[in-house]
């Protein structure tokens, strides 16, 4: 499976020739969609949700459809009757060959005074990738490579150490770093390669790696 970062939180992944769109929101490329057979979107946050990017997505391929929660598809479903599912924890579900499991329900802790929304993580192919969203849900399931959420209003570097921990993965690849500066990347990949227990790896925006 080839794995593709951009911007932000979003990820392509791309096997049997189907291409796979994690998360194309706002702070990623207008096309991170585009060319997309299916999108998944975690949860409503512009950063992780743009009505745009999917569009366009959507728009470049009839055949594409998107996987997501509630919240989300109440936006879209008029727009693209029958192409957009609704999905909570617990289920499974082939999206363009993937197979997906979802995993988990509500959003980290930003804050005690604003209400958590929903969020959902997605299992790929049995635990080959994991994408939590803005969440550190650990799935029951082992995790190969585990797309790492590691600067966000809702965590600290203790709580990404102790999450790559917990999940365990064989490799953990960065992602929701559009807010962490050049001059910080260094001590994330110091600080979370020597304690994390796993392989910690980053990828520039539009990088790829096999996974």
Known sequence: MKLTKKTHACVRLQKDGQTLVIDPGGFSEEDAAVGADAILVTHEHPDHFNEDRLRAGMEANPGAHIWTLKSVAEQLSAAFPGRVHTVGHGDTFTAAGFDIQAHG???????????????????????????????????????????????????????VIDYVREVKPRRAYDIHDALLTDLARPIYDGQIGALGGTEHLRLTPGGSAQV
Do not use: Q, S
């Not at 980290?108 to 959902?120: K, L, S």
């Not at 994408?131 to 995790?143: E, Y």
């Not at 490579?145 to 600067?151: F, G, I, N």
């Open 105 to 159: 329900e509500l959003h980290a802790v930003i804050h005690p005074d604003i209400p958590r929304i929903t969020n959902v993580g997605y299992l790929v192919d049995g635990g080959t990738v994991f994408h939590p969203g803005d969440a550190l849900t650990v799935p029951d399931h082992p995790v190969e490579t585990l797309m790492l959420p590691v600067m966000a209003p809702w965590n600290k570097i203790a709580e």
